[in-house]
């Protein structure tokens, strides 16, 4: 044979083979977040990267309007929610909410221009409790939130149905012989696992206690079962999906029911679980008599809130742009209000439909881990690097802000 004839033909070979090995390459980072040796990482690939700059970038600002004049409840007849903001705020809201939920319809996707006092369409009421509910995010759950805040664009993104909620699951009948049961489907509310499809709802619409390992030797105290242990890792799996993160930007892995060796951002996320309670229970239930057949769900549910409904991949929502520094319109005046379960809180007055679970009933164990200062301290002391949150830089929105720093 030839020699420069299989000289050729060992050169194509190896050129498919390095192509094919480069076909298959992903560059990871490696976020170390604790003690080198302690595999307190986050690994992201770079592809991972694009993606998340594509989703998570928010849009420019409007430049800030004048505080004084007119207040819009002294201007317009039919406005309850936003009626302490001046003429100039009000509008500058009504432009970015246009913006933010219904940028190719615009005004008239809530209104009838020229007439805009009335209420007749669905979406001018659904938006005015939307209104209120950001201004409740804000305003009641800076626990979770701080000063970041949310705007509709959180969790909207520029259109009408925001691009990740949930249905609650039905039992599909897929079959002359065989009923399919409630897991094994890979859903997104469960994160593509073959665990239960199910948990969001006994976790974030019900108050179960999301609990796995016992706290006493004997079995006596321990009321969890397998099924909770598979449900509670169906609801970690979603969690950890939903901010693109790892088991341990939360837990220390060796002992994951421990407080004591988190991170902090793992009681941020305790809150976070509340409050996805608080929004699905109050806000979102009672609209079952607004939204059209056409918005609910195979089981005639609405549509709900969890955590990818606002974080969309990133541990903090559009890599922590200040949302209310840019919409100080969007913050409740008068301060904050008794939360569901305190003392003093007052339900919203729309009567709530049959489907509402009970948010009252709370167990001991479901108790705030009383996280205080010490955890914080604690974890911070033990562990260089888990207080500062990656990609934490408040005030700065896009790229830089990335996990992996000087990107
Ligand atoms: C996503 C729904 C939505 C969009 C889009 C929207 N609005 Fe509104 N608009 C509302 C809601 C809700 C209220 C009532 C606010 C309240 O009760 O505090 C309102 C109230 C108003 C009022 C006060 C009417 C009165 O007399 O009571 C005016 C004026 C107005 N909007 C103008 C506009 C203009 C102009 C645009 C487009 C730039 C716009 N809106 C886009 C939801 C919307
Ligand atoms: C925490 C997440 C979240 C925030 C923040 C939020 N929304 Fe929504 N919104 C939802 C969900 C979930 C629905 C139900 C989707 C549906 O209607 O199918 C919804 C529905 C709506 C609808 C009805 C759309 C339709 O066609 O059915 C309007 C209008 C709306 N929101 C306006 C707003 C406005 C205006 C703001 C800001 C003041 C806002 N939303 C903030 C989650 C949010
Ligand atoms: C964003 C933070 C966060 C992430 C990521 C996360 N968890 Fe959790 N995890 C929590 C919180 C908060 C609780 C306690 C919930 C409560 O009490 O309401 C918890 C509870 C648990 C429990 C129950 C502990 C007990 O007391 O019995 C287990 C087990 C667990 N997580 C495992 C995991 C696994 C496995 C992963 C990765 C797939 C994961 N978690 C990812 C925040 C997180
Ligand atoms: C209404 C929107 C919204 C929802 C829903 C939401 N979050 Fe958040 N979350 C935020 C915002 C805004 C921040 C940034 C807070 C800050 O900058 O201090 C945040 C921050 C966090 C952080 C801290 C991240 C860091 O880098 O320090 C964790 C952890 C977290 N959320 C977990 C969750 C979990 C788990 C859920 C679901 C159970 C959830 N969130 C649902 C808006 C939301």
């Known amino acids: 044979m030839n020699p420069f004839k299989v000289f050729v033909t060992l050169a194509c070979a190896g050129l498919v083979v390095i192509v094919g090995l480069l076909a298959g390459y992903h560059r990871t980072e490696v976020v170390q977040r604790g003690y080198r040796g302690t595999a307190l990482n986050q690994l992201y690939r770079e592809s991972?990267?694009?993606?998340?700059?594509?989703?998570?970038?928010?849009p420019k600002p409007l430049g800030q309007a004048k505080t004084d004049g007119p207040k819009a409840s002294e201007t317009y007849e039919n406005v309850h929610v936003l009626g302490d903001l001046s003429k100039g705020q009000f509008a500058r809201t009504m432009l970015s909410i246009k913006s933010w939920v219904a940028p190719d319809v615009g005004c008239n996707f809530c209104h009838a221009a020229p007439i805009y006092n009335s209420d007749e369409?669905?979406?001018?009421?659904?938006?005015?409790k939307m209104l209120e509910m950001t201004r409740h995010i804000n305003t009641d759950w800076t626990a979770h939130v701080g000063k970041t805040g949310v705007t509709c664009y959180t969790c909207h993104r520029g259109q009408a149905v925001p691009p990740k909620v949930w249905f609650q699951a039905t039992e599909n009948d897929d079959g002359l012989m065989q009923k399919r049961p409630l897991q094994r489907p890979p859903t997104p509310a469960a994160a593509y696992s073959s665990l239960p499809a199910d948990s969001l709802t006994e976790y974030l619409l019900h108050d179960d206690s999301i609990r796995v390992n016992g706290t006493t030797a004997l079995q006596t105290g321990n009321r969890n079962s397998v099924q909770h242990a598979r449900q509670t890792y169906t609801l970690m799996m979603v969690m950890s999906e939903s901010l693109g993160v790892n088991c341990d930007f939360c837990h220390n892995t060796r002992a994951l029911a421990s407080w004591e060796l988190s991170t902090p951002q793992r009681v941020t996320?305790?809150?976070?679980i509340r409050m996805v309670r608080d929004l699905n229970n109050n806000v979102m239930l009672p609209l079952k008599t607004e939204l059209p057949e056409n918005r609910l769900g195979p089981g005639g549910d609405v549509p709900k809130i969890y955590c990818a409904t606002c974080h969309n991949g990133s541990n903090k929502p559009l890599y922590g742009a200040p949302m209310l520094q840019y919409y100080p319109e969007l913050v409740r005046p008068g301060g904050p209000r008794p939360l569901p379960g305190q003392e003093g809180?007052?339900?919203?007055?729309?009567?709530a439909p049959a489907e509402t679970a009970p948010v009252t009933t709370k167990t001991a164990e479901d108790k705030a881990p009383a996280p205080g200062p010490d955890t914080a301290a604690l974890i911070k002391a033990s562990v260089p690097g888990a207080g500062a949150p990656i990609g934490a830089a408040v005030g700065g929105a896009g790229p830089a802000a990335a996990p992996g720093g000087g990107r």
């Open 345 to 351: 809180y007052e339900a919203t007055p729309a009567p």
């Open 121 to 128: 369409k669905y979406q001018k009421r659904v938006a005015r």
């Open 48 to 58: 991972y990267f694009v993606k998340e700059d594509l989703i998570n970038k928010f």
């Open 269 to 272: 996320a305790w809150y976070g």
